[in-house]
């Protein structure tokens, strides 16, 4: 069994890496459906809706084409459909516009800070719309 190591991880948008990509988080749950009947003594509940958001923080490069998109889609509220987050060199998770035509990604966090001593540092949430896959290249 070999364990995936962080360092390995990227951030991809159409296939290139997005510049200065730290601490990404994939944050995925499913909502319940409360099944309990009148009269239960205990909660009963079934699987519900899934969501997913993706959360990382990014140093600031002004030149770079990943991180200006991020930018462009958060400003006109579109969709990304062609982000990776990879997890090591052949495993990554992304919308799956397979099983849906129009699942995308959607740029819901955008938050820029700094400080007088360190770099720019980007906050970013993508909020998914539609499924979510786990795909394993070769």
């Known amino acids: 069994m070999t364990i995936a190591l962080g360092r390995l991880g990227r951030v991809k948008k ?3 890496e997005i510049g200065k990509v730290t601490t990404p988080t994939l944050n995925s749950s499913a909502g319940t459906i409360d ?3 009148l009269g239960d003594d205990w909660m009963k509940y079934a699987t519900g809706m899934n969501q997913y958001t993706l959360d990382f923080t990014m140093f600031m490069v002004s030149d770079d084409a990943g991180q200006n998109a991020l930018y462009t889609a958060w400003q006109n509220k579109t969709g990304l459909n ?5 997890v090591d060199a052949t495993t990554y998770f992304a919308c799956d516009t397979v099983t849906d035509s ?6 819901t966090t955008y938050n820029v ?4 001593n360190s770099a720019v ?7 998914g719309s539609g499924p979510l896959t786990k795909e394993t290249s070769v």
């Open 14 to 16: 159409n296939g290139t």
């Open 35 to 37: 099944l309990t009947s």
């Open 82 to 86: 062609d982000i990776e987050l990879w």
């Open 102 to 107: 129009e699942a995308e990604m959607l740029v």
């Open 113 to 116: 800070s700094y400080d007088n």
């Open 121 to 127: 540092a980007v906050k970013v949430t993508l909020t």
